[in-house]
């Protein structure tokens, strides 16, 4: 581990009520990297991400970006920091068009209006920034949209922000071959342009084409954090259904790290 | 994407053709998917038929001013109520907030002269409607807020409490004096080169709020709110707080109305507002805005305040019993709900 990690978490605990999600979760992330967030369903992916952009608050543990320990309350302190999400339910509104769900809270205003011509081109630029040639106009309703087509919406309201690390939850988990192929390059090529890149997916052949780095989580605890090389493909699958995969995981009661 | 973008384009219209982001393609899409225009039809065949109906009675300058007088109050309360149901919400309690903010101001008056009162005792007069507007919206937007009692019941609480309140201020009579002749002349009976001060009011209220729901941030969390309330939370925008907003607008708007009511009629009308709610939430229906939220707009509050209106007047003019415009009203309404359910059903699929 030689550079910083833009974004690390030590410790992390996450309960609702009585059940603990999260247990002393570590996990870090670098720029121009994509890092895989696995594990089985209920292992606490999208709690930690949640956690990670500010809807669910921490309940103990350490957040550093660049190194610098903050604090993120809100999704606005995420966004803040850099850091955007992609939801797994994706979090559009269907009455809005495009332009309006990518500036969504950030409106940009001239005076009291909203200044439509330039969150029109702003969204336009950041649209052909990441090659999206397939919507045909931009003021059109989120509701007319693909599956595709609106992940596409989604990631690119995501990086429109000068973000600096984009956090996907599971982007290709409704798209048919064609499509995930073209999120799954744009994943790539976001992290080719130097942003760090976590994304979420239950597919190995997905996390293994594209990921430099790959974490695994198992009862919410982190089992393991790799590089890619490092590691087969049997042995993630391991990782994932029982935690540990030879001396790889968690024997002693902790997360390992590699 | 082959398939499903040709059938989205389909449905997109002439957008399709165009290229990228034309600003012309953008703009017939959006004016195609306006539910305002097929509601604006249904306004000019009904203007038309009483125009041919009764050639030179309907349409006159004095049917218009009266059409105009009559919807200025229903037009004020339908712009907070576009507002509140574009969140996905109701607003069931407007014609009581109106009797009590009319109340509250009216007992002023009658403790600061009556009739005779002066523009100061006006003033003061009008700020408390406004106030107490407000105030209520407010308390029920809390509520509402909170994510454990629907709108529905917040407001079907908030009709009978506000109500009661006024009546127990007063012993449930109108009281006397409670609108001063200063008031009733000007904003009751005055007019703007030719056009009743009343109707001027209400046409600032609808251009305002119009341009701040077309045009501004605040209209931009309305509509997100009603559409995906997740989404905007997650967006950082505070859904409670603004949902506060928007019921303390409605609540703002019922006490203006409370005093466009005292400056046209002189007296509280206490037991003369109970279908105030049904009355605006039809023209807000009627206008193209969606009950279940994310949808709608202030042009197609206006004209869903007219079509009642025009009935009512058209009706009188060609001399059949206006209690048929009920009837017609009703039916147009469920039409248009049905066909709100429609439009949104085909959408799931597509
Ligand atoms: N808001 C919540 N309240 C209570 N429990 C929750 C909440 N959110 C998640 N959980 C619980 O936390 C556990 C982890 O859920 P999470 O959604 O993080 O899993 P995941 O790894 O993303 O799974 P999947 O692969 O199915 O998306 C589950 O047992 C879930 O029931
Ligand atoms: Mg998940």
Redesign the interface.
């Given at each position: 581990m030689t550079a910083t990690p833009i974004l690390e978490l030590r410790g992390i605990d996450k309960s609702f009520g009585p059940v603990q999600v999260l247990h002393d979760v570590a996990f870090s992330v670098y720029p121009g990297e994509v890092t895989a967030l696995v594990g089985d369903n209920g292992a606490g992916k999208s709690t930690l991400v949640k956690c990670i952009g500010g809807i669910h608050p921490i309940d103990a543990g350490e957040y550093f970006i660049e190194g610098e320990p903050v604090h993120v309350h809100s999704p606005r302190d995420a966004a803040g920091y850099g850091v955007e999400i992609v939801y797994q339910d994706l979090a559009l509104c269907d009455n809005l068009d495009i332009v309006q769900n990518m500036f969504l809270g950030r409106e940009r205003k001239s005076g009291l209006v909203l200044d439509e011509a330039t969150m029109e081109e702003m969204a336009a630029k950041t649209l052909d920034g990441l090659s999206v040639r397939t919507v045909q106009s931009i003021r059109q309703l989120v509701s007319s949209l693909s599956g595709g087509q609106r992940q596409t919406v989604a990631i690119a309201k995501a990086v429109l922000w000068n973000s600096k690390i984009v956090i996907l939850d599971e982007p290709t988990a409704a798209l048919g071959v064609a499509q995930t192929a073209q999120v799954l390059e744009l994943v790539r090529r976001l992290a080719d342009n130097g942003l760090a890149v976590v994304l979420i997916s239950h597919n190995m052949n997905d996390v293994f084409a594209v990921s430099d780095r790959i974490a695994a989580l198992y009862l919410g605890r982190m089992a393991a954090q790799l590089k890619t090389s490092d590691i087969t493909h049997a042995q993630i699958v391991e990782l994932i259904t029982s935690g540990r995969s030879g001396d790889l995981g968690l024997q002693n009661g902790n997360g390992a790290k590699a | 994407?082959t398939a499903?973008?040709s059938a989205?384009?389909a449905?997109?219209g002439p957008?399709?053709q165009?290229p990228?982001?034309?600003g012309l393609?953008?703009w017939s899409?959006?004016i195609a998917?306006m539910s305002e225009t097929w509601t604006l039809a249904i306004l000019l065949v009904l203007v038309a038929f009483f125009s041919i109906a009764a050639p030179g009675k309907f349409f006159t300058t004095y049917d218009i001013t009266q059409i105009a007088v009559n919807a200025a109050i229903y037009l004020v309360l339908g712009v907070g109520m576009t507002f509140v149901i574009i969140t996905a919400g109701i607003d069931l309690s407007i014609g009581s907030i109106l009797v009590l903010a009319a109340v509250a101001s009216g007992e002023y008056n009658i403790h600061h002269g009556g009739a005779a009162s002066g523009w100061g005792t006006v003033a003061v007069c009008v700020l408390i409607a406004l106030a107490v507007g407000t105030a209520w919206g407010a308390l029920q937007g809390a509520l509402v807020a909170t994510g454990k009692i629907p709108a529905l019941i917040v407001t079907l609480g908030g009709l009978g409490a506000a109500l009661g309140l006024a009546e127990i201020a007063t012993g449930g009579q109108d009281p006397a004096g409670a609108a001063s002749d200063h008031l009733q002349s000007s904003l009751g009976y005055g007019k703007l080169l030719g056009v009743p001060w009343l109707v001027v009011l209400a046409a600032a209220v609808t251009v305002v709020f119009g341009?701040v729901l077309a045009?501004?941030?605040f209209g931009?969390y309305t509509?997100?709110i009603?559409?995906?309330p997740?989404?905007?939370?997650?967006?950082?925008?505070g859904v409670g707080r603004h949902l506060v907003k928007v019921y303390a607008l409605m609540g703002l708007l019922a006490g203006l109305g409370s005093v466009m009511w005292l400056s046209s009629y002189g007296t509280t009308s206490i037991a003369g507002h109970s279908t105030d709610n049904l009355k605006v939430i039809t023209a807000v229906v009627l206008g193209g805005t969606s009950l279940f939220g994310?949808?709608g707009s202030v042009l197609g509050t206006v004209i869903g305040v007219f079509i009642p209106a025009v009935l009512t007047t058209g009706l009188i003019v060609i001399g059949v019993q206006q209690y048929w415009q009920d009837v017609a009203v009703g039916a147009v309404l469920v039409a248009a709900v049905y066909i709100d359910q429609m439009r949104r059903q085909s959408?799931?699929r597509?």
């Open positions: - | 994407m499903q973008d989205t384009g449905a997109a957008a399709a165009m990228p982001r034309a393609a953008g899409a959006r998917r341009l045009g501004t941030r931009n509509f997100a009603g559409s995906n997740a989404a905007a939370r997650r967006a950082g925008i994310g949808r959408r799931e597509g």
